[in-house]
């Protein structure tokens, strides 16, 4: 079997938001950590203790709720552990200053919205640093449908990273998430 990525469609996150389709929950639980970066193998691997198997996607791709994702590879290359760099937050996180230049930043790639941003940065974060114990959040995110939903997850997600991984971490990624939830905007005082 070739491995291939994949990645939630519209109908895919209508469904993860308002269960619309009423998707099997064995399904909707495979849906839910689709996310354009795990390849099936190691969906597979995950979530083996429930049966899922090619089968799952496949029924996931023909219904619409998945399709596959280019893969586009940034920054250093994945570690065996799945993670970019050496797992050191020093490495995988850099800081940038809250005063710096939008445009100098690179804070949205080229023809992504600041939706899409926010909506990929909770989803990625959510599961490197905080894991199970943001599963309530990563529900939270998936369900955003606007700028505002992800600015009032913005203080629970940060109580989450520094109960989980501490205030240096907590301090790097807040930099990032106000640059993307505040776009040239004043981020709030904490």
């Known amino acids: 079997m070739i491995h291939l990525i994949f990645d939630k469609t519209d109908k895919g996150r209508e469904e993860i938001a308002t269960r619309k389709y009423r998707l099997a929950a064995r399904l909707r639980t495979l849906l839910l950590v689709v996310d354009g970066k795990k390849n099936t193998q190691q969906l597979f691997e995950?979530?083996?203790?429930?049966?899922?198997?090619?089968?799952?996607?496949?029924e996931l791709l023909d219904e619409g709720y998945i399709q596959e994702h280019p893969v586009e590879q940034i920054g250093p290359p994945l570690s065996e552990n799945g993670r970019r760099g050496s797992g050191r937050p020093s490495e995988e996180i850099t800081p940038i200053a809250r005063d710096q230049p939008i445009a100098g930043a690179g804070i949205l790639r080229d023809g992504e919205t600041q939706f899409q941003a926010l909506y990929h940065f909770f989803n990625e974060t959510i599961?490197?640093?905080?894991g199970l114990r943001g599963y309530g959040l990563q529900l939270k995110a998936e369900r955003a449908a606007a700028i505002e939903d992800?600015?009032?997850?913005?203080?629970?997600?940060?109580?989450?990273?520094?109960?989980?991984k501490g205030n240096?971490?907590?301090?790097?990624?807040?930099?990032?998430l106000d640059q993307l939830l505040y776009l040239g905007e004043t981020p709030p005082a904490d």
Request: net charge positive; aromatic share 8%; no cysteine.
């Open 46 to 58: 995950q979530f083996s203790t429930l049966g899922l198997d090619e089968k799952a996607i496949n």
């Open 127 to 130: 599961r490197s640093t905080i």
């Open 150 to 164: 992800f600015r009032e997850l913005r203080k629970p997600y940060l109580d989450a990273v520094l109960k989980a």
């Open 168 to 176: 240096d971490m907590m301090l790097a990624l807040r930099n990032r």
